[in-house]
Nanobody, 117 residues
Framework: QPQLVESGGGFVPTGGSLRLSCATSGFGFSMFAMSWHRQAPGKERELVAL????????TYADSVKGRFTISRGLDKSTVYLQMNDLKPEDTAVYYC??????????WGQGTQVTVSS
């Protein structure tokens, strides 16, 4: 049974930092593209950052480039999102996703990030 469990969310002031973690199990982590998405109240879920399965190429939303960094853990089962210089508009529920080109798609339950102005 694939599982993704996010942690690390919280309440931070503008300019602060957080590191989100997504602990995974039950599927071939290294074979999946891993990504972080977020959804703010009243808005659609959006892709924040992605790291491919092969080669580790990363992609970021324009709004977080230069501030956020996605990475895979050395344990080969965890994906991280380092978030620096946080802004109030980064406030959202952040979700971890695992996607395989054959169509397998798994989501975590989300972790709340709140940035005060």
């Amino acid at each position: 049974q694939p599982q993704l469990v996010e942690s690390g969310g919280g309440f931070v002031p503008t300019g602060g930092s957080l590191r989100l973690s997504c602990a995974t199990s039950g599927f071939g982590f290294s074979m999946f593209a891993m990504s972080w998405h977020r959804q703010a109240p009243g808005k659609e879920r959006e892709l924040v950052a992605l790291i491919k399965s092969a080669g580790g190429k990363t992609t970021y939303a324009d709004s977080v480039k230069g501030r956020f960094t996605i990475s895979r853990g050395l344990d080969k089962s965890t994906v991280y999102l380092q978030m620096n210089d946080l802004k109030p508009e980064d406030t959202a529920v952040y979700y971890c996703n695992a996607h395989h080109i054959m169509g397998h798609d798994y989501w975590g339950q989300g972790t709340q990030v709140t940035v005060s102005s």
